[in-house]
């Protein structure tokens, strides 16, 4: 849902099948999960991030580049400046939107103040193909936010020609997440597919009766292989989206195709205009951020095909090599 994107109804298409997983009982309980590898010893962890100390590793991270008025809604206030992104000294970090004078930021109306927003990403640090993600994560609400957890192919040419997966993203105060799949359909025309119903309805929820719940951290996943792209909300199945051959633009399957990972706050764009109720309006003056306790990535028991190693990190080629040598 990143790239110059405009979302209606996220309906069935030709070349994959959205399988609903098993019901969540209306609540994704974040208190009774204890992490993805606890269930699935078999996986091996490859990347990983606690957010220790106070400053981002940069063996790890690159802070998104702000890139001019001219682009996709999602990197239009992305910013460089230092308190956007804070590593909290708790084992988190906060990615911030805010509105005022920051230094790497060109304001299109030519004042000082403008919106303003972090974000970081694991391009040219570290990608793969095929395994688990799971980031635990929490978000302030607000007119305009737009926090978003995701992945992207390295070869991003022709979007969504390689695909694209949105492990989580959530607009102003609802009170459902979107998890998408973007890429192109068997007629070559660009298509999605998601969580989110036409009624705006979705299988990855907080609980309705605690206006406070999607405050709480949760945990966000997606689970991908060759088969398909299956979603997680607090260790809970959310859908599945299988692979069809009658589809011969399904890229999620494509030998070498790996993918980076984004973590980011954004504020306004357009679909998170066309998303507030009718007669509201952006808070105009914004200090929210969404707060990351860990990121992980685990490695298919098959690992076919293993990471790209060309862009693993230091952490990830020791744990692959450890792989090969107990083969």
């Not at 400046?81 to 909290?88: A, G, I, K, R, S």
Request: aromatic residues 12%.
């Amino acid at each position: 849902m990143k790239i110059n994107k405009l979302m209606g109804a996220a309906l069935p298409v030709l070349g994959a099948t959205m399988v609903v997983c098993p019901a969540i009982s209306g609540v994704a309980l974040a208190d009774d999960y204890t992490g993805w590898q606890t269930s699935h010893p078999e996986w091996e962890l490859v990347f990983s991030d606690d957010f220790n100390g106070t400053e981002l590793d940069t063996t790890k991270w690159n802070r998104i580049d702000y890139v001019g008025w001219n682009v996709s809604d999602w990197r239009k206030y992305q910013s460089r400046d230092d308190e956007l992104v804070t590593v909290n000294g708790d084992g988190t970090v906060s990615l911030w939107g805010k509105y005022g004078d920051y230094t790497s930021q060109a304001d299109q109306a030519g004042t000082n103040d403008t919106y303003a927003c972090g974000g970081i990403f694991t391009d040219k640090t570290f990608a793969f193909q095929y395994g688990y993600v799971e980031v635990r994560a929490k978000f302030d609400c607000t007119a305009g936010a737009w926090p978003a957890i995701w992945m992207m192919p390295t070869d991003g040419s022709n979007w969504p020609k390689m695909g694209e997966i949105d492990i989580m993203e959530h607009l102003n105060y609802q009170g459902i997440v979107h998890q998408t799949i973007h890429y192109n359909g068997a007629d070559g025309t660009r298509t999605s597919q998601s969580t989110t119903d036409a009624n705006g309805n979705s299988t990855a929820y907080f609980d309705q009766d605690d206006p406070n719940d999607k405050l709480a951290f949760h945990t966000y996943g997606v689970e991908w292989t060759e088969d398909g792209v299956k979603f997680y909300m607090d260790g809970k199945c959310t859908a599945t989206f299988n692979t069809k051959t009658n589809n011969p633009n399904w890229p999620f399957n494509k030998d070498d195709n790996p993918y980076y990972l984004l973590l980011d706050m954004q504020y306004g764009g357009q679909w998170v205009e066309d998303a507030l109720p009718d007669g509201s309006s952006l808070n105009p003056n914004p200090n929210v951020a969404m707060t990351i306790d860990y990121v992980r990535v685990y490695s298919t028991p098959q690992a076919v095909p293993e990471p790209a190693t060309a862009t693993l990190s230091l952490l990830a080629l020791a744990a692959l090599a450890a792989r090969r040598r107990r083969r």
